[in-house]
Nanobody
Framework: VQLQASGGGLVQAGGSLTLSCAAS?????????MGWYRQAPGKQRELVAR???????NYGDYVEGRFTISRDYARNTMYLQMNSLQPEDTAVYYC?????????????WGQGTQVTVSS
């Protein structure tokens, strides 16, 4: 099972980015929850957003309506649309998947994609 994260980059404050996380080696029906986490230098990894197989979402408090998480089950891909980015959003963003069915109890991480927001 592999999670391939992409879409990071350098953007000015107030700008937007869309991150993608493509899953392979596992079907979308065997993934329970997917999520985005981020880790800034010197800080702990924290939840950005999470989406269940049924589409239920939850976000970190600091998101404040700026980010939207979604899943394309046909493409087995998760997205994170980020708007109104601020310098404090600078971090490496990691995607995560929790398995179900045969993959129950297993957790997978992508390699991370760097997001840098300049002021």
């Amino acid at each position: 099972v592999q999670l391939q994260a992409s879409g990071g980059g350098l953007v000015q404050a107030g700008g937007s980015l869309t991150l993608s996380c493509a899953a392979s080696g596992i079907t979308s029906s065997s993934i329970a929850n997917m999520g985005w986490y981020r880790q800034a230098p010197g800080k702990q990894r924290e939840l950005v957003a999470r989406i269940s197989r049924l589409g239920t979402t939850n976000y970190g408090d600091y998101v404040e309506g700026r980010f939207t998480i979604s899943r394309d089950y046909a493409r087995n891909t998760m997205y994170l649309q980020m708007n109104s980015l601020q310098p404090e959003d600078t971090a490496v963003y990691y995607c995560n998947a929790e398995g179900s069915n045969y993959f129950r109890g297993r957790e997978y991480w992508g390699q991370g994609t760097q997001v840098t927001v300049s002021s």
